[in-house]
């Protein structure tokens, strides 16, 4: 491995199957023979799963992933992109075990990470044990202004950790969050937030998906601020109500949009889309369209059921006129529109 040339180095890693334990194994093994471009390669991902055996083939335990930093401390600066899977570590499981203090060993050791994926868990429901490491290993991430903060599949999102977000983060994910926000929710915005006054936001990107949940909140005066340097804005929903919600936000930050890309999951009309889609977006350099027609047939089918084709121009054509009113020819001749049959996005 000494002799590979550095420009291999990424397809070799990137032909390493996944879900096959042996050959990770292996590689683990055989790891101290590589050199030390192929070892940051190999180590800049890892995903952490609170046990084996969970159906995450790809992931790796806490337990096993805390004894081989602990064996091999260096490459914890190796790991630039971390996944925690927050699923199981509940009350269900031995909580008083191995794996709440190996997680702990893992954050602790990590500090060199540009991107952060928490996924699947009840953040009100932690044992007792690591709901405080946790929180504050976020708390250090969001004090270092990690570029890419990532919250999938959550219950009880607090909504401070969402505005610390995008106080702190460049790119932040949300998807399928369980926020349960009530109006009266939201009356301590007045008061203050983590955004200090006149200090210039951070957030770049943001992507929403299933986030039914979110716009409330995105929506709040006191809130807006966070966003109003977007750049960049995708959104993908499947609840009607929700896409209203998500298009009167997409409208809001319509002025400094330069990428919008919006995945509609549900059948919407023509009446409501004309009305809900913004209607100049001076700055956009890319636009990406995605609808769920019914006529496809249903979600997964992959086939199309003969009804007569439906013209997306139809469903959109006041936003095209705008589109065509202030973009380029050059762009709007490759304007990407798409009928989603629900396997392929484009």
Known sequence: MDTIPPELIVPIVESIPEDDPESLRNLALAAWRFTEPCQRQL???LSLQPGVGLGW??????VDAAAHLAAFPRLADYIKCLSV???TVLPTRDAAGDEIPA?????ERLQALIEVHILRGDLKELPAGLRAPLNHFIDRLLHANIPH????TLSNTPVDLILRGMASCNIITLRLLDLKIEPTGLEYLETGSPLAEGEDPRLRALQLDSAVEIYPLLLHPRVQQYTEKLRKLGISEEDGNAMNEALSFARLRAPTLEHFSL???????????TDAFPS?????????????NERLGPLRSGTCRGEEDVDLTDYIRQFIAAMRRDLSSAFTAGLQLVKWNGIQGD
Do not use: A, D, G, K
């Not at 083939?57 to 806490?62: A, C, I």
């Open 85 to 87: 899977f927050l699923q």
């Open 57 to 62: 083939s790809s992931s790796v335990s806490y």
């Open 280 to 292: 100049h977006l001076p700055h956009l350099r890319e636009l990406r369209v995605v609808f769920w």
């Open 103 to 107: 997680l702990i060993s893992v954050l």
């Open 263 to 273: 995945v509609c999951q549900t059948e919407v009309s023509n009446r409501n889309l």
């Open 149 to 152: 903060f990532f919250l999938s």
């Open 43 to 45: 180590f800049y991902q």
